[in-house]
């Protein structure tokens, strides 16, 4: 055998799988909470699981190394990261970070006196701007969720280092087969596994993956402490839908960069948000820190929120549903679901490409936008 590095199709299938003693193919699942003294490397199933553990191996190895920490959802991997940081310290994190962090950080972090500016975080000059002596940790989404901007990786990660900074991406619009983070120098990289890693809309969970082991001891234990952790059932579940993610992600994105293109020219919509797209203005930067451009776009159609939301409930194929990175599409009108920290455009609709043909799907948009 030479020892030329396998390609991450093929780590996707095999990654955190190894035959049982039973000789069982797939792995089963452990539902002990508790295990026998002495009898093996688990004691209790919030510390460890054995489940858990494949899961966490084979997610580090997609990441490209380090250490993975699943947790029970993507804002429980959010929190876990918040929680390094001390009453009195700062952080700076991206305008249009997903709302549910925004949230955290408005209600829970700012009562324990944890400072916070938001800002653009493709332009470097404004985040510098933002930077104290106490700034703790640099937040940002890449792309960002709902308007796709792309933030340069190797940038921020270089700055935040330079000053002592931790540096956190959000990648959850970006699995480790479109981007890997950590090999652009950031410390933690940060998704909601409910999205494209789960893939069928059918679990909630979350990662946090750094090659700091500093930052993985302090995260794991809060892991542990907060028990915060997946299920056994929802770790089988996760490492059974990684062995697909390839197949799925690579025909997603063939669709969204054909319904992009097609929505481009489309009379009834004003702007396309999507960086596959030669015009995004993030498409060179894209280029040059994913493997591919992602499933998700936004657009904006022309006119006010009521039209937007009549095209979004015209759809048949289409589900009006929240969420991203399933088989199947989804359409939202993203204002009236972020409450409190509406910031999407009011004539906003956010569209995930599923695994639908994508001729139906085009068909679908069609009938739709004559609303
Ligand atoms: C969904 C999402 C989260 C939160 O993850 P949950 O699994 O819903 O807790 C965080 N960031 C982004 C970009 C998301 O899309």
Partial sequence: MSEKKIHQDTELVHAGRHPEESGGLVSDIAPSTTFVRDAGAHVYSRYSNPTRDRLE?????????????????????VTAVFELLEPGQ?????????????????????????????????????????????????????????????????????????????????????????????????????????????????????????????????????????????????????????????????????????????LAEHPAVATVFYPGLPQHPGHDLARRQMRAFGSMLSILVKGDEAKARKVASATRIFTEATSLGGVESLIEHRASIEGAQRRSPENLLRLSIGLEHPDDLLADLEQALKN
């Fill in 57 to 77: 191996a084979a997610m580090a190895t997609l990441e490209g190394g380090g250490e993975s920490i699943a947790f029970a959802s993507g804002m429980a991997a």
């Fill in 90 to 262: 700062h952080l700076i994190i991206g305008e249009d970070a997903y709302h549910g962090v925004a949230r955290l950080l408005d209600t829970h972090f700012a009562r324990r006196g944890i400072g916070v500016d938001f800002v653009d975080t493709r332009d470097t000059d404004s985040v510098d701007a933002a930077r104290r002596p106490e700034t703790k940790l640099l937040w940002f989404e890449t792309p960002s969720n709902p308007q796709l901007r792309i933030s340069d990786l190797a940038t921020l990660s270089r700055w935040a280092q330079e000053h002592g900074i931790i540096s956190a991406c959000d990648s959850t619009l970006a699995p480790p087969v479109m981007q890997q983070p950590l090999a652009f120098g950031v410390d933690l990289v940060m998704h909601s596994a409910t999205k494209f890693l789960g893939g069928h809309s059918d679990l909630l969970g979350g990662f946090v993956t750094t090659a700091r082991p500093e930052l993985a001891e302090r995260i794991r234990a809060w892991q542990a402490n907060a028990g915060a952790v997946p299920s056994a059932f929802d770790a089988w579940l996760l490492l059974r839908s990684l062995s697909t993610l390839g197949v799925r992600v690579r025909q997603q994105c063939a669709s969204a960069q054909r319904i992009a293109g097609w």
